[in-house]
T-cell receptor
Framework: AQSVTQPDIHITVSEGASLELRCNYSYGATPYLFWYVQSPGQGLQLLLKYFSGDTLVQGIKGFEAEFKRSQSSFNLRKPSVHWSDAAEYFCAVAEVGTYKYIFGTGTRLKVLA | DTAVSQTPKYLVTQMGNDKSIKCEQNLGHDTMYWYKQDSKKFLKIMFSYNNKELIINETVPNRFSPKSPDKAHLNLHINSLELGDSAVYFC???????????FGPGTRLTVL
């Protein structure tokens, strides 16, 4: 069965430090890949997406993600974290050609001043 | 202009009652979804409609019934509410199934 794993439930970083959030998926073929962010009391907002082509994708708010087929991973990165980045981050996977859409369990990011 | 809107934002009700949550999107999307987010932030898809047709119907109690009067609206009706139904319910839309999703602000349902 398809699955999405976000191994880190919580991550704490200092403001200005770099960030990497991990996402691994289990799928038969290359899926569509997404990262979303959820601020407290809000709905989810799309950060970036990968459908095909260049495996390094740029998103909003200075985030980027790299698709690595060999590792079935789609890790999210940011070179310098801001206090406003504190939120819950979700990786999601959609099976190409079907309607299946699966979210990971989320990673809560805390930013220290 | 709000892209995906939900009403109400908060809903507090007694066990056994019936309630509805409404969702509207003005993005012109073909696909809409209902999700349940529990206290641990786990997001579970409940239903999805594409062009007013039900395409995803996950294992949820049949007390939950979606209704899509047109492509821009997807409502969720819940009968005989139970304590375990307390959660935040999110509506979302996407241009097509499997594409990026745009979420509403959520409806926090509390069953007493």
């Amino acid at each position: 069965a398809q699955s999405v794993t976000q191994p880190d439930i919580h991550i704490t970083v200092s403001e200005g430090a770099s960030l990497e959030l991990r996402c691994n998926y289990s799928y038969g073929a290359t899926p569509y890949l997404f990262w979303y962010v959820q601020s407290p009391g809000q709905g989810l907002q799309l950060l970036l997406k990968y459908f095909s082509g260049d495996t390094l994708v740029q998103g909003i708010k200075g985030f980027e993600a790299e698709f690595k087929r060999s590792q079935s991973s789609f890790n999210l990165r940011k070179p310098s974290v801001h206090w406003s980045d504190a939120a819950e981050y979700f990786c999601a996977v959609a099976e190409v050609g079907t309607y299946k859409y699966i979210f990971g369990t989320g990673t809560r990011l805390k930013v220290l001043a | 202009d709000t892209a995906v809107s939900q009403t109400p934002k908060y809903l507090v009700t007694q066990m056994g009652n019936d309630k509805s949550i409404k969702c509207e999107q003005n993005l012109g999307h073909d696909t809409m979804y209902w999700y349940k987010q529990d206290s641990k932030k786990f997001l579970k898809i409940m239903f999805s409609y594409n062009n007013k047709e039900l395409i995803i119907n996950e294992t949820v109690p049949n007390r939950f019934s979606p209704k899509s009067p047109d492509k821009a609206h997807l409502n969720l009706h819940i009968n005989s509410l139970e304590l375990g139904d307390s959660a935040v319910y999110f509506c979302a839309s996407s241009p097509q199934p499997g594409y990026e999703q745009f979420f509403g602000p959520g409806t926090r349902l509390t069953v007493l």
